[in-house]
């Protein structure tokens, strides 16, 4: 079994955070999310406990369910099926307001079900894999959430940016 832990802040307050990171179906704004569904509401809330999700990832189908909901401190799933086969103990995201933002912390804890070459392929092949799929959707957040700049009144944009022999 391989724990995977990834972080990130982001510049928007907790409370938005969480709203959009337990809304599954915004991870189809990473590259490497197909489709997300809420195929079941939860018990208090729609991604609340008991809510059951379905995703499709370039790494493969999951079939998920919320096992603890705390907003906006923490969410908890674990996978009951997926393609490919895996064993999975623990999903977890905790929010903490951080200076200038919120701080996510994701974990899984899961393997690869194959006989001999489990542990080999999990650590070799799927860690990198899951990890770099909750990078580009911690990095969908904060493209979603973060403060635009604002121009000033008075004071003009940025040019645009030239292709390098002088013309736009």
Same mark, same amino acid.
């Not at 179906?25 to 509401?41: E, F, Q």
């Not at 690869?112 to 392929?121: K, N, Y």
């Not at 940025?158 to 736009?168: I, L, V």
């Given at each position: 079994? !391989?724990?995977?832990?990834?972080?990130?802040?982001?510049?928007?307050?907790?409370? %938005?955070?969480?709203? *959009?990171?337990?809304? /599954?179906?915004?991870?189809?704004?990473?590259?490497?999310?197909?489709?997300? &569904?809420?195929?079941?509401?939860? !018990?208090? #809330?729609?991604?609340?406990?008991? $809510?059951?999700? +379905?995703?499709?990832?370039?790494?493969? *189908?999951?079939?998920?369910?919320?096992?603890?909901?705390? =907003?906006?401190? $923490?969410? %908890?799933?674990?996978?009951?099926? +997926?393609?490919?086969? +895996?064993?999975? %103990?623990?999903?977890?995201?905790?929010? /903490?307001? $951080?200076?200038?933002?919120?701080?996510?912390? *994701? /974990?899984?804890? #899961?393997?690869?079900?194959?006989?001999?070459?489990?542990?080999?392929?999990? &650590?070799?092949?799927?860690?990198?894999?899951?990890?770099? +799929?909750?990078?580009?959707?911690?990095?969908? $957040?904060?493209?979603?959430?973060? =403060?635009?700049?604002? #121009? %000033? =009144?008075?004071?003009?944009?940025?040019? #645009? =940016?030239?292709?390098?022999?002088?013309?736009?």
């Amino acid at each position: 079994m !391989e724990t995977m832990t990834v972080e990130r802040t982001i510049d928007a307050p907790i409370d %938005e955070v969480f709203a *959009w990171l337990t809304t /599954t179906t915004n991870y189809t704004r990473s590259p490497l999310v197909l489709r997300c &569904r809420l195929t079941r509401h939860g !018990e208090a #809330a729609p991604y609340g406990v008991g $809510a059951v999700r +379905s995703h499709l990832w370039l790494i493969g *189908w999951l079939r998920e369910r919320i096992t603890h909901y705390d =907003p906006p401190y $923490a969410t %908890e799933y674990v996978v009951d099926r +997926s393609l490919p086969p +895996s064993r999975h %103990e623990l999903g977890r995201m905790t929010f /903490t307001e $951080a200076d200038g933002g919120t701080l996510v912390n *994701w /974990t899984t804890r #899961a393997e690869m079900r194959a006989p001999l070459i489990g542990a080999f392929l999990t &650590r070799h092949l799927v860690r990198p894999m899951i990890t770099r +799929s909750f990078h580009s959707i911690l990095d969908a $957040a904060h493209t979603a959430l973060a =403060p635009r700049p604002r #121009a %000033e =009144p008075g004071k003009p944009t940025a040019p #645009a =940016p030239t292709s390098g022999d002088g013309h736009r």
